[in-house]
Each structure stands twice: as C-alpha cells, then as structure tokens.
C-alpha cells in the first residue's frame, strides 16, 4: 500500500498539486443471510481500489481506480489533477485548509475473536437456530435474520507527511419477524431495526446479541402487534427506547451540527441546516438534560477509528453542553471557514468515494434517571419501541418518525401494547422539552449502517450511544 | 474488440475454470465522473473506474456468491474462490435453477458516444451555464452533473451470454435566494441531449419566485405535483407493491382485477421503452419485458423474476436483482401514461390549492396501505382562483399513495424523465389530485 501511495503523491507533486493525499483501501464483507428456514444469501465481497485527491489551482480535484498497478495510480493521479485544473478555471475562490499536524502511526479495532475466523458452518447455524426460534407462530409470514462481517485496511499518506494504517473490524447481526393478517402487516426486529445491529467489534458481539433467545419474544410481539388497538392520538409525554433515540439523535443533532451543511455545500442534495455558524455557543438546542459529544474514541460504535480520511486524530467534541449547542462536526475546509481546528469526521464510503463531513460516534451523553423511574412519573403517555419509519426535513427541524410498537403509560404505569405510533415535532422544541435521560446502566452503543450522503451517493456506518429518554407535550398519533 | 465482447470472452474464460455445478458470471466495468458545484463554485469533482466481477455457484442444493472489484487480472480467482468457499454451506434443496436463454432479439440501450467521451473540461462548461445564470440573477447554484459508461456482460452455463453498454447523463441543481429556493433537473443517455438552459432557467426562475415565502396552516389541500414529486410516489409504489414477492407475502395493496386508482391513471414498467433508459436484459441475464401494473385504475400486473416466477408458474419479466436476495424482483422503468390536459393549464382549474416542486425525504410509514411521509422542498406555492398567487414555506405531508392516485383529475399530456432517489428512471406527468393530506 505505501508504494501506491508513495507513487500517486510523486505524480501528483510532479503534474503542480500544492496539496494531495492517497488512500488505498481493501475491504472484505461477508453477508449472510437466512430466511424461512433457508440460506437466503451467503456471500463475499472483496474490494480494493486507491483515491487521490488534490489541490491545483486552488480547487479540489479527485480520481480514483480499482488497480494498483503504477501505471494505473499515475494515471488516476493525472486524471485527478486535470479535474482540479478544469474547476480551477471557473472557481473565484481559492480552498483553505486548517493547519493540522502530519501524524504517523498504526490502529486496528479491538477484538476478542476475529470474526472472519469463526467458521461458515457455526453461523449459518447460529442464524438457523434463531430462525427455528420464530418458526411455531404461523402469522410470522416473513423471518429474516442476518449476519455480516466487515473488515477494512485503510492506508492514508498526504504531502504533508502523514502514514497512517488502520484496520477496522465490524460485526452485525439481527432478525426481523414480520406478521400479517387480512388487512395488516406488523414487522418487530432485534436488536434493532432495518435488519441488524452493527459494532466495531469482533464475534464476541454477535454472542451477545443473543439472537436465539430473543428470536420467540420478538415474534410473540409482531403477532400481537397484528391485533393491538391502534396508537391514541394526542399531545401527550413520549418515551424513546434507546434505538429510536439513537436515530432521533442521528437526524436532529448528528446532520445538523455537519458543518458542511452549516455552509451549504450539501444544498443540492441532502440540505442546510438550522444550526447556523452565529448560533454557535449561545444557541439553547434542548433542555440541561441534553448534552450531546461526537466521540471516535468511544469503542465499540462505528464511528471508532484512530485518525479521519484526512488523517485527523480521533477525539471527542462537545456538540450540545446541558442545551446550548457549542460545537460541529468539522473538516480542515469547514474549520478553516469558520476559523478553526478540524475535530476529524472526514470519512469516506471506500477507495472510489471523496471524503466528506460524516457522523462518527455522535451520542446522547447518559443522566441520571432510569426508564422505570420515567414511567412511574409519567400521567398519559406512550413508551416507543424500534424505528419504523423516519423523515426530516433538509433544514432539520421537522421531523416525524414511527416506531414498530408503543405501551401505553397510565398512571405511572405501561399498561396496553398499541400499534403504528408516530411522533413528530421541531427539532429545538422537541429537545427542549426533554425532562429525563437515563442513567450509564441502560446507555448502549447503537448505530445506523445505511447513511446516505454526498453527490455521488456515499453510505456510511456511524455510530450512536443512546439511553431511554423522556419528553413532555408531543405530537403522537396512529399511522392511518 | 469491443467492451462488450472484451468482457464476455473474459466471462467465459471464468466459466472455463468452473470444475463442478453451475454457474453465473457478471462483470460489469463502470467509469463514471461528477463535477458538484455549490454556491456558484465547483467544490467537489469526482471520477471513479473499477470492474467488478461476480460469481454465483449452484451446486447440489448448494449456493455460493463471490464479488470482486479491484485486483486486476486476480479478479475473477478471487470471486470463483470467494463463492466457493460461501458454496460449503447446504442451503435449500429446491434452489432456483439458473435461467436458459430465452433467445429473444436484444432491444434498445440507452447509450451515446458523447457522454461516454464527456470530459472534466465539458462538465465544467456546462456547470458554469447553471452558476453563471444564477450569479447574474445575484443568487447562488449548487448540483452536480454526472456522467457514466457502464457495460455489464453475463454469461451462464445454462447458456446465456449478454453483453450491453450504457452511459447516463444526469444534472442536479438547486438555486438559494436570500429567503427560499428553487429545483431543477434534467436526465437523458446523451449528455448533448440535456436541456443545460431550460435547466438554468427553471431553477433561477423557480427559486426568485419562492422568496419570502409565509406559513400555510397543514390540512387537506387540492395539488398540482410536477413531475419531480409524482417520481416519488410512483418509485414508492414500485417498491412496497409493484414486485411479486410483496404480493406472494401478502404484504402488498395490490388486489389483481380490482379498481383501486382513478380511470385516469396508468402505470407501466417498461425497461424495452427508449426513452426511459432502457436496457435489454436483467441481472439474471433474462429479457427486460414491458409490464403493465395499473390499467386505467385497475390493478392489472406485478414484475417478476425467476424464483418469484417459479412460485407463480409463470415466466420472468425479466425485472431480477442480483440472486440471490430477500427483495425479490423490482420495477426500475417506471412510467404514467399521458392525459390530456396541458401542465400549464392545470393551475386554472383549481379554486384554492398548492402547487408542489418536489417532495424530500419521502419514507414509507405503512406499506400495506401505501402510507408516506416526507416534506415539500424548493418551490410550494399557493394557487387561488385558477392562479398562483404566492410561495409557501414547506409542509409535512402524510398520505396514502393509492388514495392520492384514486382522486386524481388530471393528467398532463407532457412528461419528464427523472430518476428516483433509488435511481429508477421514472417518466412522470403533472397531476392534478383532488385531494392531498399535509399534516404538519
């Protein structure tokens, strides 16, 4: 990988980058997946591939190729430098980047087992086992359950000086049991929604999970749910699972607080945002409950690595302080713009795709209430389980999202399971009314593995710590 | 040689290595290139080249998928290696067998010599029509305009062996006033084909009539959607109940013979239509059918593929994703038929309602009754009296796709090419729906 990389940053400094810096990636995924009884799908995926990316000019330009052969790199190299020169032409403004050291170094994600060294044989067993689980319930029309297995050599040099190499290790495993009658279809998943949990972690997560023995409870749900009374309509108190408060946090703090949003390079496509560089410090986002960090330190979220696509060292940043919004996720552009440090969250969806701002860990820091406390104190509400559906708008302040099942609160206590709950609300309001957060013993590091992002389209795996949370007076009604 | 008989000669050298079972080999090599603009300045231009190489075994009950990309001439080792060793794993033992060719004449394939030729420089041209349009209007323009080549060669030992090359064009733009925007986008296989002018002057005059736009309380409203919205809802319909799979799990609204739409409204997938990218076979390797899926309101078709067709005992329509998978046959050709009515002309017949760009972030909220929800983006105007009188900011919508598509009252005779957010090519008409739910 350094001779590629050695090759690209000499083509590149010959062809006139002032800037350039070289990734070259190997990634290998392993998918598995059984449904109804049977191996569904059983697959390997191995890619590897190198891209470059340069300053000429004073404009961006980047290229990349799935062959390492010199020939090729140099090639690319050129082709990247062309780009730049073609933008450099049309562009009045020259790019900046925010000082930041060239560091040295090796990371590789921690694990107890190598999952790549469990055999083939003992999970497709595992999955079967887990699909016999939901198989005595003849309504669960539809069982699925899934396993995959990523790991990813990264290997980034810049001009500048920096060699890094990292190696980063995800497990993911889940089920769904979907359930259908005459005129309705209920789907209930574990451990979270959308096919599987996923962690930087090795086969150890997978064991924990324990797919098998939550395969029948979960089923049991998604048949119940075919008969539950509708969701009550109404401004009530809401109670998020820690699933659906990751996503919450992914869609109303994560995106918003990406700088690049902030400065409308993402306009075109994914949208702006709410959190404006002259809210920064002074801005109240949410109640003294809500403290927000984005921290890629954080093990075993999918944000977890050792230094960005830029070759920023992973840190921990203070996004929301007890309410007041105080910080972005940056990059050394987006910094330099806003006279600051980068705090590392370029990261790119492979070798053939341009960095960009993305969530690493981004997390709802633990409090000090617990979810049976919430309950007990709650009069009317609903607790909601497992995301279902989500949208916001491309500002981030409209939201509205469904969850697979909801209870009932009455009195302090949960009392009927109800189904197809939605919520919505503006984001600001909604945080704000946030009256409890519970405490480290019910915190989980969660994640989303399908955010979508960037022209061309990049999808990314990030990483969401989250506990059960209460909120006072919010929209609830049943998806009609 | 050409691309095409370059990769299924190295197709069939793949075959040639197979030592038991059956197989299928897909190599598909892909340049594609995005120059991405945002406020008037190209920040982000991308290219990419790769060839990926996949392999599916069947042997003995057994199945086994090995995909490469990268590694040069070790690729297609690496992906009989990759499905072999996936292949140890007793799977089912009525696996799908692979399709036989079904001998049928290849038809036509969105292809054009210069975008295949586009370079960074032309890119950069015609980006600078769209910012320089905007800049003199005294607003900013973001997008991107894409350009790729791809030629996908499968080759099986059940006897297929297809080979086609296709190029796509495509331009974003969104345009920001001090106070609201607007959209554009214009899509075709020839990048000299698109519209870069009407584009510029779409989105400009979208985004200067969409400032200083006031709140609209949320409620039941008559619309006129564009083309860009209508996408939408015909891409959402295609997934949650166009597909045989989501009819034979009972998780689909379509009830075969029944009327559930407007008399108005016809809904086809046709990969063979030229003007709707088409494309002469599927990832199976069999040929691309036109389906009809709603006939003047009247559920009338769903797509297939192989083992969804097998259930069924009936034949593909040539509609396969790469097998095997858990999401069954999909429709990626999308298009309504044309009425009458000139789009122009819609705005007239309606005594207070909205006019509606485009919709963002549009998810499925209940399937079954084919529920989303998403917001209106860049350009939502109020219409009274058969006129549009003034921007609206942006509302939540949340409705049921069939119920809109059964109180539609117009159809436009125009239409436009687009591609979904899933990247299906869709040709939607304006429509004129009696009533749309907007509920927030």
Redesign the interface.
């Known amino acids: 990988m350094r001779q590629v990389s050695e090759r690209a940053l000499d083509a590149a400094s010959a062809a006139g980058a002032s800037y350039a810096d070289c990734r070259v990636v190997?990634r290998t995924v392993q998918k598995i997946?059984v449904?109804n009884g049977?191996?569904?799908?059983?697959?390997?995926?191995?890619?590897?591939?190198v891209g470059i990316r340069v300053i000429v000019d004073g404009?961006?330009?980047?290229?990349?190729?799935?062959?390492?052969?010199g020939v090729s790199v140099e090639t690319?190299t050129r082709?990247?430098v062309?780009?730049?020169?073609?933008?450099s032409?049309?562009?009045?403004?020259a790019v900046q980047l925010a000082p930041a050291p060239p560091l040295t170094g090796v990371y590789r994600t921690p694990v107890t087992r190598d999952p790549f060294s469990v055999s083939?044989?003992d999970k497709?067993n595992l999955l079967l086992r887990t699909d016999e689980a939901m198989a005595h319930l003849p309504q669960v029309?539809?069982r699925?359950c899934s396993l995959e297995f990523v790991r990813e050599e990264r290997h980034f040099a810049s001009s500048e000086g920096a060699r890094l190499d990292q190696t980063i290790i995800e497990s993911g495993g889940g089920l769904d049991a979907?359930a259908?009658s005459d005129?309705?279809?209920q789907t209930r998943s574990f451990p979270n929604s959308f096919g599987r949990h996923q962690v930087c972690a090795g086969w150890e997560a997978i064991e924990a999970f324990d797919l098998p023995g939550n395969a029948g409870r979960i089923a049991e749900e998604a048949v119940a749910l075919l008969s539950a009374p509708i969701c009550p309509a109404g401004t009530m108190t809401v109670i998020l699972d820690a699933t659906q408060a990751a996503l919450q946090v992914h869609e109303s703090c994560g995106h918003p607080t990406e700088l690049d949003r902030a400065l409308?390079?993402?306009?075109?496509?994914a949208?702006t945002s709410f959190l404006t560089p002259d809210l920064l410090g002074t801005f109240r986002y949410g109640s003294e409950h809500v403290t927000m960090t984005a921290d890629s330190t954080r093990a075993p979220g999918l944000g977890t690595f050792g230094w960005d696509d830029e070759g920023v060292a992973a840190q921990r940043s203070v996004l929301v302080n007890q309410g007041i919004f105080t910080g972005y996720l940056s990059s050394r552009e987006t910094a330099a713009a806003i006279g600051q440090l980068s705090n590392g969250t370029m990261r790119a969806d492979g070798w053939?795709?341009?960095p960009?701002i993305r969530m690493t860990n981004v997390n709802l820091e633990p409090g000090t209430s617990s979810l049976e406390e919430m309950i007990a104190t709650t009069e009317r509400g609903v607790y909601l389980e497992t995301n279902?559906?989500?949208?916001?708008?491309?500002r981030r302040l409209?939201f509205?999202f469904?969850t697979q099942n909801g209870w009932e609160i009455v009195d302090g206590k949960r009392t009927r399971l109800v189904r197809?709950p939605?919520y919505?609300g503006q984001t600001p309001d909604f945080w704000r009314s946030c009256d409890a957060v519970a405490g480290p013993g019910e915190w989980q590091m969660l994640g989303v593995v399908n955010c979508g992002k960037?022209?061309?389209s990049q999808s990314m795996h990030v990483g969401h710590g989250a506990a059960p949370c209460r909120f006072r007076n919010v929209?609830v009604e049943p998806?009609? | 040689m050409s691309r095409d008989d370059e990769l299924l000669e190295a197709g069939d050298k793949a075959l040639a290595r197979l030592e038991a079972g059956d197989a299928e080999v897909v190599i598909v090599d892909e340049t594609?290139?995005?120059?991405?603009?945002?406020?008037?300045?190209?920040?982000?231009?991308?290219?990419?080249?790769?060839?990926s190489v996949r392999v599916r075994l069947i042997d003995d009950g057994r199945?086994?998928?090995?995909?490469?990309?990268?590694?040069?001439e070790g690729a297609v080792g690496?992906?009989l290696q990759?499905?072999d060793?996936?292949?140890?794993?007793?799977?089912?033992p009525d696996v799908p067998p692979l399709p036989a060719p079904d001998h049928r004449a290849d038809g036509p394939v969105a292809f054009a010599a210069a975008t295949a030729a586009a370079?960074?420089?032309l890119?950069?041209g015609l980006?600078?029509i769209v910012?320089g349009t905007a800049r003199s209007h005294d607003i900013?323009a973001?997008?991107?305009l894409?350009t790729s080549t791809r030629t996908t060669a499968i080759v099986t030992t059940a006897g297929v062996r297809r080979a086609a090359t296709a190029t796509q064009a495509s331009f974003?733009?969104?345009a920001?006033g001090d106070d609201g925007?607007g959209y554009a986008s214009r899509h075709a296989a020839d990048i000299d084909a698109l519209d870069v002018d009407g584009l510029a002057a779409e989105v400009v005059d979208t985004c200067e009539r969409n400032q200083r736009a006031t709140a609209i309380d949320p409620g039941e409203y008559e619309v006129v959607l564009s083309p860009y919205a209508v996408t939408d809802l015909l891409e959402h319909l295609g997934w949650v109940g166009f597909s045989a799979l989501a009819t034979q799990?009972?998780?689909s609204f379509m009830r075969m013979d029944e009327r559930l739409m407007s008399d108005l409204v016809t809904i086809r997938d046709d990969p063979t239509a030229s003007d709707i990218f088409p494309f002469p076979f599927d990832a199976e390797g069999v040929s691309t059918q036109a389906v009809h899926l709603i006939d003047r309101g009247v559920c009338a078709g769903v797509v297939y593929d192989t083992p969804t067709a097998l259930r069924d005992g009936v034949t593909s329509t040539g509609h396969s994703l790469p097998q095997?998978?858990?999401w069954g046959p999909l429709p990626r050709h999308l298009a309504m038929d044309a009425g009458a009515t000139p789009w122009k002309d819609m705005v007239s017949s309606v005594s207070r309602g909205l006019y509606v760009t485009r919709f963002?972030?549009?998810?499925?909220?209940?399937?079954?009754?084919t529920?989303i929800?998403?917001?209106t983006?860049e350009g939502t105007f109020l219409i009274e009296h058969g006129r549009i009188t003034r921007p609206v900011k942006?509302l939540?919508f949340?409705q049921s796709i069939v119920e809109a598509l059964a109180a539609v009252a117009e159809v436009s005779r125009e239409r436009r090419l687009e591609l979904g957010e899933g990247e299906s090519g869709v040709l939607a008409p304006w429509l004129h729906i009696n009533r749309f739910t907007f509920?927030?």
């Not at chain 1, 062309?82 to 933008?87: G, V, Y």
């Not at chain 2, 594609?32 to 060839?51: K, P, Y």
């Open positions: 190997n997946t449904k049977v191996v569904a799908a059983l697959e390997r995926f191995e890619d590897e591939g404009a961006w330009g980047f290229a990349s190729v799935d062959r390492l052969d690319a082709h990247a062309q780009i730049a020169r073609a933008s032409r049309v562009n009045r403004v083939l044989d497709v029309r539809i699925e979907t259908t005129d309705e279809v409308g390079h993402e306009a075109a496509y949208g053939s795709r341009l960009i279902r559906s989500w949208s916001i708008d491309d409209n509205q469904g197809n939605i919505s960037g022209q061309p929209k998806a009609r | 594609s290139e995005l120059t991405r603009f945002a406020g008037n300045e190209m920040h982000q231009s991308v290219a990419q080249t790769s060839r199945i086994g998928v090995g995909e490469v990309r990268g590694f040069g690496r992906a990759a499905a060793e996936s292949r140890r794993v007793t799977t089912s370079t960074p420089e890119r950069a980006v600078s910012t900013n973001y997008g991107a894409s974003v733009s969104v920001r925007g799990e009972h998780r095997p998978n858990t963002w972030y549009v998810r499925d909220v209940h399937p079954l009754r529920v929800t998403g917001m983006r942006d939540r949340t509920s927030s």
